[in-house]
């Protein structure tokens, strides 16, 4: 139950930045429509990004046994929405670097969790 209120926490940290990285977005770009989609294609494989590390993560503790294939899963995902972004929009070079905005939340979303939800002043000492 714990660690799925953690991967909640994930995903409303990378909706909350999503939110504020396509209203930025939306001013300074000129292809506003190329931005949003594509970013919203790769926000959308970092949430899927998350919950897939999670089951890992799970089937690892019961299995004690280390398997990489979601670990290729998830990169070959992660090429398929820079393929998918780069076939459907003519704006190619915006449409790649918003899905890459849109992937690297996982990374930034991990910093904004462990800083407002996480640490050693949250936990309880027993």
């Given amino acids: 139950m714990k660690d799925e209120k953690i991967v ?3 995903i409303y940290v990378i909706i909350f930045i999503a939110l504020i990285v396509i209203a930025i977005g939306s001013i300074i770009t000129k292809n506003k429509t190329t931005f949003i989609v594509s970013y919203i294609l790769g926000t959308l494989g970092a949430i899927l990004y998350i919950i897939s590390l999670y089951y890992d993560i799970i089937s690892l503790n019961l299995k004690r046994k280390i398997s990489k294939k ?10 398929s929405i820079f393929l998918l972004v ?11 670097i918003s899905a890459f905005l849109g992937l690297i939340n996982v ?3 991990a910093y904004f969790v462990g800083f407002l939800f996480g640490g050693g002043w949250h936990e309880k000492k027993d």
């Fill in 86 to 96: 780069g076939v459907i929009f003519e704006e190619k070079l915006t449409a790649i």
């Fill in 107 to 109: 990374k930034i979303s």
């Fill in 70 to 79: 979601g670990y290729y899963i998830r990169y070959i995902f992660s090429a």
């Fill in 8 to 10: 909640k926490q994930f």
